[in-house]
């Protein structure tokens, strides 16, 4: 009887998550339609670029607010137990709250697994293409990642020199409207170089005629000048864009890069904690939801449970973005920024765990 019980659970479980998991999914894409058919509204492109792009990029939003869903549809999953009068079921086996809650919850941390290791790099190749589409026809490359109001900008480090490079744009193989500032491995200044077009579709980049500034003086060049780099205009494409369109191994590489480049990979390193933990954050969040229905009285309204487990995500979420910040800015270790929730969340489900068998 227990293992009928265990299968009818986990099958009840799993239809809830699914259901709501299609229910935000259709939702990510109409509200994410208005936003790419605004991208696509003075380019010349087919009528369902729009709604295909919504479609490449809703799993990645989708994997974002997974442990909201998670709580949702375990909120779900109680409502129809209790309106059916199943959870009975359990005590008349001689079991307890304990064990739904940790069936649940093992199922949510099996079920994060398969997320980290099968779905994730998926959704990633999606957003890889989805990116793709956006930068073959964004005229100002603004879906590259380190693009700023003043354009892009890269350092580099290659044969002794240090190169900080400035360009407003990149169009195909080009860099275009650049400014380099060459200097010693000590950061002694030694010449500044402008040029309208830079050719980057290899590590020799060549500088079409540049101006030559040294000693307070301006020198129009009459030939094009080379310099080497450690990027082309493959690996700047790859390099800039979003996180989210890395699988874990492109991630490890990205960071090994820029440690080589003595870029920061503290976002990358936070990037990697949140998919690694995001198993056992499936699974606290299956905790919480079981102890809050557990705790609720049998006749408050649907729409009040709903609400409930709206306000709990939106609280969740902000606190996860808050310490996010606290991680990039380097008020608390990275590690900490990611699992200190976590632990705390941990610690309100263990309390909400020690009375639960008595509702």
């Not at 009818?8 to 339609?33: D, M, Q, R």
């Not at 792009?53 to 997974?66: D, M, Q, R, S, V």
């Not at 079921?89 to 649940?104: A, E, P, Q, S, T």
């Not at 879906?143 to 020199?161: A, P, R, T, V």
């Amino acid at each position: 009887m227990v293992n009928t019980l265990d299968r009818y659970f986990v099958s009840l479980f799993f239809k809830k998550l699914l259901l709501i998991s299609i229910i935000f999914f259709a939702l990510t894409i109409i509200l994410t339609v208005f936003e790419e058919i605004t991208f696509f509204d003075n380019v010349n492109s087919k009528f369902y670029l729009p709604f295909l792009l919504a479609a490449l990029n809703a799993p990645t939003t989708i994997l974002e607010i997974l442990p909201f869903v998670m709580l949702i549809a375990t909120q779900m999953f109680f409502l129809e137990i209790i309106k059916k009068r199943e959870n009975e079921l359990i005590k008349l086996n001689n079991l307890d709250n304990f064990y739904l809650i940790k069936l649940l919850s093992l199922c949510a941390l099996l079920f994060g697994i398969m997320v980290v290791t099968i779905f994730y790099p998926f959704s990633s190749k999606l957003k890889f293409i989805y990116f793709e589409f956006k930068n073959s026809y964004s005229k100002d490359g603004k879906y590259l990642k380190h693009f700023s109001e003043n354009g892009l900008w890269i350092k580099d480090e290659i044969n002794n020199k240090i190169y900080i490079i400035n360009g407003s744009e990149k169009k195909n193989d080009f860099l275009v409207n650049v400014f380099i500032s060459e200097f010693d491995n000590k950061f002694n200044l030694i010449n500044n170089f402008s040029s309208k077009k830079v050719d980057i579709s290899t590590n020799k980049w060549e500088l079409e005629k540049p101006i030559l500034f040294k000693n307070n003086k301006q020198i129009q060049l009459d030939e094009n000048i080379t310099i080497m780099s450690h990027f082309d205009s493959d690996k700047i494409s790859k390099s800039f864009r979003n996180l989210n369109s890395l699988n874990i191994i492109q991630l490890i590489k990205e960071k090994e890069e820029n440690k080589m480049l003595g870029y920061s990979s503290e976002e990358i390193d936070l990037h990697i904690l949140k998919i690694v933990s995001l198993p056992i954050y499936l699974s606290i969040m299956v905790i919480i939801s079981s102890i809050i229905m557990l705790n609720i009285k049998k006749d408050k309204p649907y729409l009040f449970h709903i609400l409930l487990g709206i306000t709990l995500s939106v609280i969740i979420y902000y606190i996860n973005n808050i310490f996010d910040i606290f991680g990039l800015t380097n008020k608390i270790p990275i590690h900490l920024s990611v699992f200190f929730p976590i632990i705390v969340l941990s610690i309100v489900s263990t309390l909400g765990l020690i009375r639960i068998n008595e509702k």
